[in-house]
């Protein structure tokens, strides 16, 4: 989804340096390193992934960010950036704070488990909605602790995070997303983008 | 099995001391080098053997007519390209492929040193191979790289010359050789002094070699850079050339057959002394203890970008040795790569044709070398 990496370099400052958690094959580095200048370092849970983060010249430690984060310091960097994937994680709740202690700020995105078709899917025909951007069975899918956008902003006042920004991305469009408009967002928004602070 | 014309030796003036207290000098470092330097001097890799490894890394070593240690990584296109860099590799102090070591003459007493000869530790290996530079007039090495010892030579390497090389790449290795890897070594030794002929290392007065000794520690040194699998899948339980048990001692099973050729092909070219004394170098490497308990502090003034890879079914050095090293580099922020490889093959995949390490290694150089 070339949009969202879009958004999350806009948000990302100059010269900072960012950790990509879940880099997958390492694009938005690549597009943080030219764009921005970014000092940028990648953890991808996936071989064939890391060996083609590898081959574009990208540095990245083969591992699983539930267990190996660990290992960086307080703020170790300015952005931690986190891609649709805190629904796969066995605890978000620990993710989220070992992202906000080794960030001094972190940028989270999920996949809006609220859209109306995922509603309409599990409404009509009353079994686990499957789209196109969660295309796998309740039995197959790594997506474990699926949440809506209103989900996500509920957490940040159970966990005790600061969101600084909240974007809803509607048909390659993106918005902000406020209180008087969660409703709306939350029921058309396919993706949320957060940049959240401790 | 001193000084043959097929060997390039650099003769080190410069006093070196070393860890077990005494110095030397005026000693002999064994090396080889393949590719060229370029005008800029900035594109030579030193490369650190393991064990039981020499300074001829690929083509056809002209000692033993066999392919080079690492054939399979280092040559024209290949992972460490020689078209592109400059490679050099030495003998390690305290070997037996031409390097200052105890099958030398000790110059006082005209005798050869056996196990008079000093302790080398790995410190003392990289403070000898430094003066490559020197001689090559290199300032900065484009990268150091190792598997097994040699990537512990690379730690050390790094924490002694932070400033030697742009890239540094520790494979299947440790920061602290580990209990079980002492008493692997113990073992070995032991095999070898219990050998009659091994004469508390003075073999070379009688003329003799314990050769049963040292073929015992190498073939059970060898099972330990395998793994159980990669043995079940390529031996099994196979008969050697019969088609039923003989119900005696012979090697009946091929997997005996084969540790007792790679026992006898070892001697040849192997002096017991020097497996003495490189597999204590091992032991006593600790780069943790070296720097007070945080390995971390070993590599805090180094620039140099890491590239650390482990294998799935290494045991010797398991991944998470190496991952310990991994951590201790992003406690303090170097930038640190690190891919755990697939294979079936052991502590010795570094060595084999194994793609997928063999494919990581040349993007890592290649995409580094091209940074400026």
Known sequence: MKTEYKIITNIIEKNSRVLDVGCDD?????????????????????KEKVQICISKGLTVIEGNAEFDLKQFPNDSFDYVVLGQTLQAFINPEIVIKELLRVGKKAIVTIPNFGHWKVRLNLLIKGTMPITNSL???????????????????????????KIFKSLALINKNVSNINSSNLFFKNLFGELGIFLIEK | MNIRENIKTLIIEKPLKLDCGQTINDFPLAYETYGSLNENKDNAILVFHALTGDQFVTGINPITKKDGWWSYAVGPNKSIDTNKYFVICANVIGGCMGSFGPSHENPKTKKIYGTDFPVITINDMVNAQINLLDFFGINKLFAVIGGSMGGMQVLQFISNFPDKAKTAIPIACTSSHSAQNIAFNELGRQAIAADHNWLDGKYNLNNTVPDKGLAVARMAAHITYLSKKGLQEKFGRKLQERDDLKFGFDADFQIESYLRYQGSVFVDR????????????????????????NLSNAFKNTKAKFFI??????????????????IALNAIGVNVGFVEIESDKGHDSFLLDVPDFLKALKNFLDKSYNEK
């Not at chain 1, 039995?139 to 989900?151: E, F, G, Q, V």
């Not at chain 2, 192997?270 to 308990?293: C, P």
Request: net charge negative; with cysteine.
């Open chain 2, 309 to 326: 890879i482990s294998f799935t079914s290494d045991w010797l050095y398991p991944t998470q040795e190496n991952k310990d090293i991994v």
């Open chain 2, 270 to 293: 192997f002096d017991a002394n020097s497996y003495l004394y490189i597999t204590r170098a091992m032991d006593y490497f600790d780069l943790v203890k070296q720097y007070n308990g």
């Open chain 1, 26 to 46: 390492g694009t938005l580095m690549e597009l943080l390193k030219i764009d921005k200048n970014v000092d940028i370092r990648g953890i991808e849970i996936s």
């Open chain 1, 135 to 161: 295309p796998n069975n309740w039995y197959n899918t790594p997506n474990i602790h699926m949440c809506t956008i209103k989900d996500f902003v509920k957490f940040s006042k159970i966990i005790n995070f």
